[in-house]
């Protein structure tokens, strides 16, 4: 059976038999009931086409659904996707399993009645066996046993489990974290919510997990998006989207863009780095890298019930000092048992000549070559060794308690 959790959903109301929440009179649920957040995306469990995808009127079918999408699948079965706060797909529109169709809400029949705190917000999933006419009202059946046995058969989603996810993602978040200082949670978490779970359809067919458009360093492809209004209303466009090689320029390409900011403001999400995850997920919001007011929410959460927190310790960078004559002449950084330092900072420090090939990313000092330069925020660093060395100076101790090296000259 389906675990509604793996696709972040509470179950507050199964299929079949049930008490009517709003007149307390029994009788039979068509569907199930599904809880995340007011207004989070709600991904396709299923490939299809989308046969309808409005604001649902008496004698359609979709009588009290308020905003519903239904997509036909490949069986010709219905999934109806109903009390929606908006679509994200239009009538005709082919969608692939984890594309975003909508976001949830509590429009038509529901306890909060349309309320704009978001009371009664919850998807209505069912699944009708036919799909005319009337949009095959009648014809339901449980969601979780259609949709467990569609998935065993080799169809519907291609979203990973959560698990699998995380341990796919979580080595590149923190290696990305160890160099840019963007903490890995928040990677994972932009990462499963924007993809959802590596399901979409661009996260498929282009490795972009966080929606990034332009063109990327394998291309780019034009897929639909949901664009906003100043006035909230939704429209769709055709849009070029990155495509990657791999996750892990995704999530190189997410970093970029959190250290170096946009044309405007270099520094629109410097309060994101080194910060902890409840303070990223606020400060990223802040800086409208979303405009949802559950963002920050939807991202903790997901942080919290899979602790990914824990990764933000795999990928903290421990500071170390560079001391000559009994003084502090740098700042680096100590991991994997090697200090590493800003060579221009030790360069000057030292009186010793760089010269830096911003082109092919070559820095000599005092005519040598520096082997093991990286960029890390604009900046490049090598180990204080080489640097040292190149400078006409030695290493002559490591302080392992104070994270301290003592140089000479």
Sequence with gaps: MIKWGDYGFTVTSPFGSRRDP????????????????????????????????RMGQSGTGFGNFGNVVAIKDQRGALHCYAHLDSCSVKSGQKVAAGQEVGKQGNTGRTNGNGAANGKGSHLHYEVRTKATPSFGFGSHTDPSAYL???????????????????????????????????PASLTIA????????????????????????????AGSVKMPTTEYRPDGTSYQILANFRVYHNWAESIGDHSKLLVNGTTDDPKRYHKVLNA???????EVWKAEYATSPEYPKLLIDLIEQHKL????????????????????????????????VPIRDMAEALGAKLVWDNIKKI???????????????????????????????????????????????
């Design 22 to 53: 709003i007149n307390g009179k029994t009788a039979e649920h068509t569907g199930i009931d599904l809880v995340k957040a007011h207004k989070a995306p709600i991904f396709a469990f299923t490939d299809g086409e989308v046969v309808h995808a």
């Design 148 to 182: 467990s046995k569609y998935l065993e058969q080799g169809k519907g989603t291609s979203k990973m489990k959560p698990t699998d996810f995380i341990a796919k993602i979580a080595p590149a978040a923190v290696e990305d974290m160890k160099k840019t200082a963007v």
């Design 190 to 217: 932009q990462a499963a919510l924007e993809s959802g779970w590596g399901g979409s359809g661009l996260t498929v067919k282009a490795n972009n997990l966080f929606g990034i458009k332009g063109s990327g360093p």
């Design 276 to 282: 902890d995850y409840k303070t990223a997920c606020v």
């Design 309 to 340: 927190d824990k990764y933000d310790q795999m990928g903290k960078v421990e500071k170390a000092t560079v001391e000559l004559n009994g003084k502090k002449i740098a700042d680096g950084t100590f991991l994997n048992g090697l200090v590493t």
């Design 363 to 409: 820095a000599t000092v005092n005519g040598k070559k520096i082997v093991g330069v990286q960029v890390v925020n604009g900046r490049a660093i090598a180990p204080v060794r080489e640097v040292v060395e190149a400078a006409g100076g030695r290493v002559a101790a490591w302080d392992g308690l104070k994270r301290a090296v003592t140089i000479q000259k």
